[in-house]
């Protein structure tokens, strides 16, 4: 008690806000400044901030250091966001920004409750940041990240999938599953389990190759001439679909496959779906 009152003092602190958690200790601490003659600094308490079963936010409830979330892929607007929104309230929700709420913040508006601490909220706070976010930023925090030296045809077709990607992701993080069929160009599908429908449809997926190295190349043009090619051969898109994303990401569940290929560009799509299995 004594060492955190000179502490205040010798540093000239005028405000102490600090959890409800520490109530009991104000009274205390005050009978110590009274007997010293100094100055009391302005103190609030404010409520604590819980998990979602309402006990004291703690590390069983995940991670609970800032630092943590930035490694789980939480961008800093995303998270400042979301913290000003536990237990702090203003009319316009564009407010909940560091710029804004630096002029209007005050300790009259904190809540009385307990704010819950929802994951799902911060996942969709994020979410919304990563898509508004100017994409040459974000492309430099992956690389930042990733720690790899992209080469200049990596990261153009990097940053041409990244609006469809952040589509399916709430961190940035979630992108890093799609890094090795954007980035490598010698990527091919090495997972055996696939290797019997790729084998199948090889011939499918020439055809399609050759039809896509004559079109122009725009997401749009590329839409109708596989469109084209699978009425004009009776071919459904349910038929071939997970061939050509296998063959192209090594996944099934992948982006608008239009986008993936305008993205992979029309010389790696061509090599990906000759590629002898």
């Not at 300790?107 to 969709?124: G, H, T, V």
């Not at 974000?138 to 041409?160: M, P």
């Not at 992108?175 to 599908?189: G, L, P, T």
């Amino acid at each position: 008690m004594l060492s955190s009152v000179v502490d205040d003092f010798n540093m000239g602190v005028t405000h102490v806000i600090r959890g409800d958690d520490h109530f009991n200790n104000t009274f205390r601490q005050v009978q110590i400044i009274d007997y010293l003659g100094w100055d009391k600094p302005v103190y609030a308490h404010i409520p604590l901030i819980h998990g979602t079963d309402g006990t004291k936010l703690s590390k069983r409830h995940g991670a609970t250091n800032v630092y943590e979330f930035n490694k789980m892929g939480y961008i800093n607007e995303a998270m400042c966001s979301y913290l000003l929104q536990l237990g702090w309230s203003t009319e316009d929700e564009k407010d909940y920004n560091i710029k804004s709420a630096s002029k209007l913040f005050s300790l009259e508006k904190i809540n009385n409750s307990p704010a819950k601490f929802d994951i799902k909220k911060l996942n969709n706070i994020n979410s919304s940041c990563l898509n508004s976010m100017d994409l040459n930023e974000l492309l430099l925090l992956i690389k930042l990240n990733i720690q790899i030296n992209l080469s200049e045809d990596a990261e153009l077709r990097l940053k041409n999938i990244l609006p469809e990607l952040l589509k399916r992701v709430n961190v940035f993080t979630e992108i890093f599953d799609d890094i090795e069929w954007i980035i490598n160009e010698d990527f091919f599908c090495k997972n055996n389990e696939f290797y019997d429908m790729l084998l199948k449809n090889k011939f499918i997926l020439s055809d399609i190759s050759k039809i896509l190295n004559k079109c122009l190349w725009s997401k749009e043009e590329i839409e109708t001439s596989l469109k084209n090619y699978f009425i004009k051969n009776e071919i459904k898109f349910k038929d071939i679909g997970p061939s050509l994303r296998i063959a192209l990401t090594g996944k099934t569940n992948s982006p608008d496959i239009a986008s993936v290929i305008f993205a992979l560009g029309c010389a790696t799509s061509f090599k990906r779906l000759n590629y002898k299995y």
